[in-house]
């Protein structure tokens, strides 16, 4: 009995190791896209950076969130949950309009811009690595704290997602 269990393990393995590398990543990969289309949009990471990021992950976090007069504030945001738009010739749209909220921490507002910033990225690939950056520069701007609230909108797949940062400009 414990010879033809043995046996019928190993022809098991066998027939796995012959399968198809590439059939079975696509399978996976299906799996993964059906996950992502149930998600909400919302952000993986998001983190204030110390330059403007290279891609992807490729970026160096700021530490803290204390910011000198006039030096660049760098938000490094990866959304996940987005849609694609199919395009003509087998492509895909990602789609995002994003504005920002700039408040004191009393609430007194003091920057409100729709459309700070737009991205647009067309692939042949559905990507599910994405990556934005929002640069302000706010010289000029007094001592204290702010919250600043950015919303991204998936114009893609008619998605929101609001996200807030805290900071403090230094004297």
């Known amino acids: 009995m414990r010879i033809t269990f043995v046996a019928a393990a190993i022809l098991g393995l066998a027939g796995s190791v012959h399968a198809d590398p590439l059939d079975t990543l696509t399978k996976a990969e299906g799996k993964v896209y059906d996950a ?101 520069n706010l010289t000029g701007a007094p001592a204290g704290k702010y919250l600043l609230t950015y919303t991204i909108h998936d114009i893609s797949a008619d998605q929101t997602s609001t996200f807030d940062q805290e900071l403090t400009i230094s004297e």
């Open 36 to 136: 992502w289309t149930k998600l909400p949009l919302t952000e993986r990471e998001v983190t204030f950076i110390t330059a403007p990021s290279q891609g992807y992950g490729i970026y160096q976090a700021k530490q803290g969130n204390v910011f000198k007069p006039g030096e660049k504030i760098i938000t490094y945001v990866e959304p996940i949950g987005y849609g694609w738009k199919e395009l003509p010739g087998d492509m895909y749209e990602m789609n995002f309009i994003s504005d920002l909220l700039l408040k004191t921490a009393s609430g007194e507002v003091v920057s409100d811009q729709k459309g700070f910033a737009k991205n647009v990225l067309q692939s042949h690939s559905a990507n599910m690595e994405f990556s934005m950056d929002f640069t302000l």
